[in-house]
């Protein structure tokens, strides 16, 4: 059944309103894709509390920054835990309510002369490491928000990457299985957390054009039908999307974003 009429009475987009700005927390936000979110999602009239390793840079372009700021190291579950009672806190002041968590941060790390780390040579503390930011930390801090994403009958969006569906050049094994697994629990947090009225969604990008790019990257577009790297403003555009009424009944999915080079 289309119900023309709900579409109807939806705001186009969402932007914050006299009911009150939205607020996301954002992790992994002094660079790349998580640099051009906050940009986009201020732009928008949210609120966006961001958590990195870094203090606040002040050369970042968006109001409230250094105030909305959290430093946490999401390798030491310790640390996690006081910037999770630090973000209720903060959310407080809206009532409570947050209307969208993102998890971006991640690590990738390197062996010794940049050597891909395999499933052989890959330190069994590296694994640890990795797992930890890129695996523990998402559901680590959906669970502690859980009350707040409730709420705000809010949304999830756990950043992959299509190193996760594949053997990738670059990215190692320990990253490309947290990857993996990650996408796997978009799906099992969509059933756990969608009784709850909060979606969950993952995007997986592809080869992004950002100053952490490996050297070699370039000659991977012979193999993305687009021909092209990706831009980080074409990943915020869709974490927003993702983010918005527009896709309210969108859970549970992982969206592509690397101009075919999945297919």
Not at 24 to 40: C, E, F
Not at 65 to 88: C, E, K, M
Not at 165 to 170: I, K, L, N, Q, S
Request: hydrophobic share 40%; aromatic share 6%.
């Amino acid at each position: 059944m289309d119900h023309q009429s709900n579409a109807n009475t939806r705001k186009p987009d969402d932007e914050s309103d006299a009911a009150g700005r939205k607020t996301i927390v954002l992790t992994g936000a002094s660079r790349g894709i998580g640099h051009a979110a906050v940009r986009r999602f201020s732009a928008a009239g949210w609120r966006v509390l961001t958590l990195s390793r870094q203090p606040f840079d002040d050369a970042c372009p968006w109001p409230e920054g250094a105030a909305n700021h959290v430093q946490v190291d999401l390798a030491d579950a310790d640390s996690l835990g006081l910037a999770v009672a630090d973000i209720r806190d903060r959310l407080e002041e809206e009532g409570g309510k947050l209307h969208a968590l993102v998890n971006n941060a991640g690590i990738s790390p390197k062996l010794d002369h940049g050597v891909r780390p395999n499933s052989i040579d890959t330190p069994m503390q590296v694994w640890r490491q990795v797992f930890q930011v890129n695996f523990f930390a998402p559901i680590l801090l959906a669970r502690g928000l859980l009350a707040e994403l409730k709420s705000a009958k809010g949304t999830i969006v756990n950043v992959t990457s299509i190193a996760g569906g594949r053997v990738h050049p670059f990215a190692g094994s320990a990253y490309a299985t947290s990857k993996a697994a990650l996408a796997s629990l978009t799906r099992e947090m969509a059933a756990d957390f969608g009784p709850h009225g909060i979606r969950v969604n993952a995007i997986a990008p592809g080869e992004i054009d950002t100053a952490i790019l490996s050297p070699g990257s370039e000659k991977l577009i012979e193999d993305i039908p687009l021909g092209r790297l990706g831009e980080t403003n074409e990943l915020a555009e869709t974490i927003f999307y993702l983010c918005s009424d527009a896709a309210s009944y969108v859970s549970g999915a992982e969206v592509h974003v690397n101009g075919g080079q999945h297919v």
